[in-house]
């Protein structure tokens, strides 16, 4: 074979061999906080669209395990992961290398319910003396505690934890109170019954708050900037498209999850849900963003209720930086 066609032949076979490797993308791993649902649905969007491929990643969704996103980012097994709020600054407090870099709702979605058929309770101090039927977290009980004393009571409640079937005991009336998220056990009960009634967190002296975030820790921003931005980016554009064709949205999610038989009428009103109630978007237009406002008064509210505490398990005496606690800088900020 002459030079020439041979030289040919070698750079078309090195380019059959890389070409599949530029394909795969660097490779992204993000652990989810919970089973797939709606809050996670633009990062199955911004895969099955191919904004993640298009930015050069290869995004694995790693499927939820019984050990907490936190953990696995701040051990470096996952990139990325989904942290609630109260993990975040609870887990980042104690020392884990946890930081926040986009805000998956841009206020509370999580609410105090009871049944709409329990007449005694119209306002929250009637929570005196009642059941709650809870989680297990310190969080909840200074949550509670300040709801009801906002509203006058003396916050004296009976806990039962109960987990998940905290939900089923509501609805038999088994607890009189619990917490849950709209978007998602709230329009299950509008849709399944029974009725229920709720208290919004932040309308009762609870600040505010961004309730979910994608995380990763300092390590992986010190060695992958680029990436983490091209990462967060992607998502930023997978929730905006969400945003804009919600039906394909939730055929997306749905169809990525087919195991999980998921209702896709429910998955429909949930995310309904998410963009009507200006929480994927808010009312300002933001999508990501994380109020640095918000961040300070919700981390003072855990702060001054002796949530935060240290890798001892002792409660934190100095206030910590919380702008240390999450960052801005890898979203499209472009107009």
Do not use: C
């Amino acid at each position: 074979m002459p030079i020439s066609r041979l030289m040919i032949a070698l750079g078309l076979a090195v380019s059959l061999v890389a070409t599949p490797a530029l394909a795969q993308g660097t490779p992204v791993s993000i652990a989810l906080d919970w089973t797939p649902n709606t809050n996670h649905i633009g990062l199955y969007v911004a895969k099955a669209k191919g904004f993640y491929e298009e930015a050069g990643l290869a995004v694995e969704i790693l499927p939820y395990t019984d050990t907490s996103a936190g953990t696995l980012v701040a051990n470096q097994v996952a990139d990325f992961g989904i942290l609630g709020s109260i993990g975040l600054f609870t887990q980042r407090t104690a020392g884990a290398d946890l930081v926040a870099t986009y805000a998956l709702v841009q206020t509370e979605t999580g609410r105090l319910v009871f049944n709409a058929a329990q007449q005694d309770i119209q306002s929250p101090r009637d929570l005196d003396g009642k059941i709650y039927g809870g989680f297990g977290s310190a969080w909840e009980s200074a949550l509670i505690d300040t709801i009801i004393r906002h509203d006058g009571g003396k916050g004296e409640f009976e806990t039962v934890t109960l987990g998940t079937s905290a939900y089923e005991a509501l609805a038999n009336g088994a607890v009189d109170f619990t917490l849950e998220v709209y978007t998602w056990e709230g329009i299950k009960a509008e849709r399944d019954g029974p009725a229920q009634r709720s208290f919004r967190y932040a309308d009762f002296g609870v600040p505010d708050q961004h309730t979910n975030f994608i995380s990763t820790s300092n390590a992986y921003l010190a060695r992958n900037a680029d990436t983490a931005k091209a990462f967060i980016t992607a998502s930023q554009r997978g929730y905006d498209y969400a945003i804009a064709h919600p039906d394909e949205a939730t055929d997306i999610l749905v169809a990525a999850n087919a195991d999980m038989l998921l209702d896709r009428d429910f998955v429909r009103a949930s995310l309904e849900a998410l963009i009507d109630g200006h929480y994927i978007r808010g009312k300002n237009g933001a999508i990501g963003t994380i109020d640095p406002a918000k961040m300070e008064a919700i981390g003072t509210f855990l702060f001054d209720a002796g949530i935060l505490k240290d890798g001892n398990g002792a409660p934190v005496t100095a206030k910590p930086d919380f702008t240390a606690y999450y960052s801005n800088d890898y979203l499209d900020t472009a107009p």
